[in-house]
């Protein structure tokens, strides 16, 4: 009974490694990717990222906020705390990976109105918040 959700594991496996070398190759690409937010002379939600990452892989935490304190406090941990969910449910002693329900919805639009604010913030001219822009 087992051994078949032993066999399902690996999938979980494989995403955390396709998110692990997608994340290193964006540290390490030589290739410039466009933005549509710095093509409107905005910083967007995840501005600062690849170089946020690539702090974190230094091990500079200070340095990592700097450059995008939303996704290393917020994304970066619900991105390993899903991968856990996933592993848990592919072994079968979790229900789901996302929570069902209310708790769901509300998750979701709690993440969505965290990136659209964060957004506004580091795009505001005024004094407290241009330091969160790039």
Known sequence: MLVRPLL???RTLSAAAGLVTAGSLLVVSPFDFPCVFAAAGLDG??????RMLEALLRGDLP????????AALVLLPLVAALLVACARCELGRGR??????RRGFACAHLLGGGLVLWT?????????????AT
């Open 8 to 10: 399902r594991l690996p």
């Open 45 to 50: 939600p995840m501005c600062g990222g690849t």
């Open 63 to 70: 340095g990592a906020l700097g450059f995008n304190a939303f």
């Open 96 to 101: 789901s990976f996302w929570p069902s329900g």
């Open 120 to 132: 506004v913030l580091r795009n505001l001219p005024v004094e407290p918040f241009t330091v969160l």
